[in-house]
């Protein structure tokens, strides 16, 4: 346990707590420099993987179930998503000309939240079916926007462009389709 302790704080000069991330469930570290993200074995801190992002990484972010993990680069307003299980898989979000703000995972990890830059719209995608869904105008990119406990239903703060109350979205995102 001690030798635990010592290869991690070996990693701490090294990386920023935006830089290095553990997995929800405590097995895996995902370290990113410039544009690498290296997944290690957090016991033994033996490399598991290594994903090569489009430009530098500037947020990282795991699924629940630390199957998937998610890199920010906002820079170029894209999000590049990685599977822990089919290393061969992944998935980019370019959210084209509105830019990116902020990503997320939804809580079923099986969603992304791409928060535009400027606030214009929160684009919820999933990544088992490629659809789309559009949260317009959301108040933050990083707050505004949260979960019920059982993650089925979203409440969304908007900018005050009318008198409207705080949206409720049901359900938090598409399910996947059956099949």
């Avoid at 500037?58 to 170029?76: L, N, T």
Wanted: aromatic share 10%; glycine share 6%; net charge neutral.
């Amino acid at each position: 346990m001690e030798e635990d302790g010592a290869a991690l704080e070996a990693l701490s000069p090294v990386f920023s707590a935006e830089r290095v991330r553990a997995s929800p469930h405590s097995l895996y570290l995902a370290v990113s420099s410039s544009y690498r993200l290296t997944v290690l074995d957090a016991k033994t801190l033996r490399m598991l993987h290594l994903f090569s992002c489009m430009d530098a990484i500037e947020h990282i972010e795991w699924s629940c179930d630390s199957k998937f993990i998610v890199c920010g680069i906002f820079a170029r307003g894209l999000a590049q998503v990685w599977s822990t299980e089919r290393p061969e898989w992944h998935c980019t979000v370019d959210e084209g000309p509105v830019g990116l703000a902020h990503v997320r995972f939804s809580p079923d990890g099986r969603h992304l939240l791409a928060t535009a830059d400027f606030n214009v719209r929160i684009t919820v995608w999933s990544l088992m079916d490629r659809s789309v869904y559009y949260i317009r105008f959301p108040k933050f990119p990083r707050a505004g926007l949260c979960f019920s406990p059982d993650g089925r239903c979203t409440a969304s703060a908007a900018h005050p462009t009318s008198s409207r109350p705080p949206r409720i979205i049901l359900p938090s995102a598409p399910s996947p389709r059956a099949g």
